[in-house]
């Protein structure tokens, strides 16, 4: 199995600002993912993040409002850019080991508040 | 483009009943399904993986079900607990090491 820590686990900030996200996996992957889940919604997958090239972005998400980044194999970050109150959601990353271990795992999630 | 629904959206029921979550997807090529609880404020919880070869995975009082050609799976849950209440999500996956494909999950609530 893979656990999976994020920093912060909550955070109340100004519109016009930015929130970088961090996430930290105790074991190599292959696969990290970035999710937001908006109240009441279920999750929506933001980006895929391989490490050593650019992330995927999903139809809806662009690289100028959140850009990742994936420096090693056990970590990546999440900044959430020129933030608005309909930023207000939880962020969760993801990671999926590969090599033969296929189940996905997930962080417990970033709070974020847009004002 | 995969789309995951899950029925019923909440279910309240007294301790000690047998139930069942439903989650259907609409493109059956998928890889692999995945159930997930999520407790409020919490991250998701992997509860049973189970690859589009199998029919079932089973772990403890958890059952999980897969018919690939109709689109459907089952969680069962047997002699449900307080504990058990939080949000299932059902997700399949298309290729390995591909995205996920959420439901919208559902909401449990087991009262003593």
């Known amino acids: 199995s893979a656990v999976i820590s994020q920093k912060p686990s909550r955070d109340i900030c100004q519109r016009g600002t930015s929130l970088t996200i961090q996430c930290q996996v105790d074991s190599q992957v292959t696969m990290m993912f970035w999710y937001r889940q908006q109240p009441g919604q279920s999750l929506t997958l933001i980006a895929t993040a391989n490490q050593g090239s650019e992330a995927t972005y999903e139809s809806g998400f662009v690289i100028d409002k959140f850009p990742i980044s994936r420096p090693n194999l056990t970590f990546s970050t999440l900044t959430v850019s020129n933030m608005s109150p309909e930023d207000s959601s939880i962020y969760l990353c993801s990671a999926t080991p590969g090599q033969g271990i296929e189940t996905q795992y997930f962080g417990p999630g970033t709070r974020l508040l847009v004002l | 483009k995969q789309e995951v629904t899950q029925i019923p959206a909440a279910l309240s029921v007294p301790e000690g009943e047998n139930l069942v979550l439903n989650c259907s997807f609409t493109?059956?090529?998928?890889?692999?399904l995945q159930w997930f609880r999520q407790d409020p404020g919490k991250g998701l919880t992997s509860l049973l993986l189970i690859q589009s070869s199998q029919r079932e995975q089973t772990s403890g009082r958890l059952n999980a079900s897969l018919d690939k050609s109709s689109g459907r799976s089952t969680l069962y849950i047997a002699a449900s607990q307080p504990g058990d209440s939080a949000t299932y999500l059902c997700?399949?996956?298309?290729?390995?090491?591909?995205?996920?494909?959420f439901g919208r999950g559902t909401q449990l609530t087991v009262w003593p």
């Open positions: 997700a399949v996956r298309g290729s390995t090491l591909g995205r996920l494909y």
């Open positions: 493109d059956s090529a998928i890889y692999n």
